[in-house]
């Protein structure tokens, strides 16, 4: 097909594209779909945030107050929001604290913007402004704040952790920091290398979550817990090897199909005979190998129960292959794909295996004792009484648990509650105040888009963010770094809402990587200056 140059970029492109260029039509239309994101996820920010109730495209309601679940699960489609949503999910990834932090100043950095964009300024001079203030926040300006806190001295001491877990649970669930940051602490601990330097992976401490009691009744296995009951008669053993088969326990069927052809009664009989013997052969050999307890990947047929019952076995099965991992983790057994005995290696061993009824519900529980060298795996068994409660404490525990792994890694934390953000904002502004360029507004933009967690940590806590902010820049002005939000302070007569030495603290890691990840979303979505959309694929369902 031949070009017409005259059609311009409507000829050149398929039909049904669409394209937005120029300040007007692509970058304040960016800057607008990423304030209302960051609208939508501030006021969820710190202890007092609100929930936010979202119903997925399935249907299934999800109330919480984790940015990084609220932004996943509006399915978001503006390219520019995306990328804010994907740099959250990069902080969740990495730090498991501080995405709404990415987000909000993300969002507030481009607002900021609108005003530079009126007084006359490129979107290159903002750029170059953003950029420069970035890399003097985290050379200069972030670093020596780290200083004023005493950083965590020793990840295998369980207050040192709790210090650094607790604001990282409040800040998800405020009021039950007390009792699950012993939880996260002893569970961090329990799979936590045994020489060198403290380090253990999230993965190794799961949650079971049971329906029912409250959170007070949580409590932390050094072990694998299953949400589901044992197969056999027998529901205790002590001291056990274990063998877990990927496959169900049952007479297995061939590749190939064939017919057996049977002319009497006695051939019927034999047959049978021979299927018992071989499935007997089988249970009999795996018992002289000294196994107590079995898992199966898969059903476990009749005949085989009647004879891991005569050997005196226990019998558990397992549908799923993740949780099927997890236990051969916890065990240090071997999946095998075959049915047989097991070597000595392909076998793993646990302390006490029983069964236990919980909020009415059968549970089996793999514990080691303390101090075992089998167990990598620790598991919260998690009680409260709904199931949006259960998913949303869940969340603030592996945040917590991120928190934990990042701190053993390094040790540094930064003041809380606003402090570090008031103070940077501060210093900012003063850096601005000697740069000679265009880029001057921009930097101190950049110093006033800080403002906005303390802002909005005294507006969420339902204090006057502008007494709260004034005093907070006084208290900064003054020398006191630590100056932070005292959400506490709502309707006490005389208080200024501001503690002079804030006891809550911040990881430096999630702090520097949260900056730097709203720093670089902000940047790439401000360079660009046309957004060039196909037609979406599809059939004849209509276009959107």
């Known amino acids: 097909m031949a070009y017409n140059q005259a059609a311009g970029l409507g000829g050149m492109l398929k039909k049904g594209h669409k394209s937005m260029q120029g300040l007007q039509g692509a970058t304040l239309r960016n800057v607008e779909a990423c304030h209302e994101i960051s609208t939508i996820t501030r006021t969820s920010l710190g202890p007092n945030g609100m929930n936010k109730l979202v119903v997925n495209h399935l249907g299934k309601i999800i109330v919480t107050s984790d940015c990084a679940t609220i932004v996943k699960e509006l399915e978001i489609e503006h390219p520019a929001a995306k990328m804010l949503q994907l740099a959250a999910e990069a902080q969740d990834f990495e730090c498991g604290d501080g995405t709404n932090l990415v987000v909000s100043f993300a969002g507030e950095l481009l607002s900021q913007t609108e005003d530079l964009f009126r007084m006359g300024l490129h979107p290159s001079d903002v750029v170059a402004g953003y950029t420069k203030a970035g890399e003097k926040l985290m050379e200069d300006f972030l670093p020596p704040l780290a200083e004023l806190i005493t950083p965590m001295a020793d990840g295998r001491v369980k207050e040192e952790l709790e210090r650094v877990v607790k604001p990282v649970l409040a800040a998800k669930q405020l009021g039950s920091e007390d009792l699950l940051a012993p939880l996260v602490a002893e569970a961090c601990l329990g799979t936590m290398s045994a020489s060198g330097k403290p380090s253990f992976s999230a993965e190794s401490v799961r949650v079971a979550k049971i329906l029912g009691g409250d959170i007070s009744q949580s409590h932390v296995v050094n072990g694998f817990v299953a949400l589901r009951g044992l197969e056999t008669t027998l529901t205790t053993a002590k001291d056990a090897k274990v063998v877990v088969f990927g496959c169900g326990i049952e007479a297995s069927a061939t590749e190939a199909k064939g017919t057996v052809l049977m002319k009497n009664a006695d051939d019927l009989k034999n047959y049978n005979k021979t299927e ?116 949303d404490i869940e969340r603030a525990i592996d945040d917590g648990v991120q928190a934990a792994r990042v701190a053993c890694k390094n040790g540094k934390l930064v003041p809380g509650a606003g402090a570090t953000e008031m103070e940077l904002s501060l210093k900012i502004c003063a850096f601005a105040d000697t740069c000679p360029g265009l880029d001057q507004y921009a930097i101190r933009a950049f110093g006033k888009a800080l403002e906005v967690v303390p802002r909005t940590l005294a507006e969420n806590a339902g204090l006057d963010q502008g007494k709260v902010l004034a005093a907070l820049v006084a208290a900064h002005a003054n020398g006191k770094a630590c100056a932070g939000v005292d959400i506490d302070a709502m309707g006490i007569d005389g208080a200024t809402g501001v503690c002079e030495e804030t006891k809550v603290y911040d990881l430096y890691q999630s702090k520097a990587s949260a900056f730097r990840l709203a720093i670089d979303a902000a940047v790439t979505v401000l360079r660009v200056d046309q957004i060039i959309m196909s037609k979406a694929a599809g059939g004849g369902g209509g276009g959107r």
């Open 276 to 391: 018992e013997k071989k499935m007997e052969e089988i249970i009999k050999g795996i018992a002289d190998s000294g196994v107590k307890v079995l898992v199966a990947g898969g059903s476990v047929s009749e005949m085989a129960l009647h004879f891991i019952e005569r050997y005196g076995m226990v019998c558990l099965r397992i549908g799923s292959k993740w949780e099927l991992r997890r236990l051969c983790v916890a065990t240090g057994a071997t999946a095998l794909v075959r049915l047989g005995a097991p070597t000595p290696d392909e076998m793993g061993h646990c302390d006490h295996v029983y069964q236990k009824e919980v909020g009415g519900k059968p549970i089996t529980v793999f514990a080691q004792a303390d101090g075992s060298k089998t167990s990598k795996l620790s598991t919260i068994v998690l009680r409260a009484s709904t199931s949006s409660v259960l998913a």
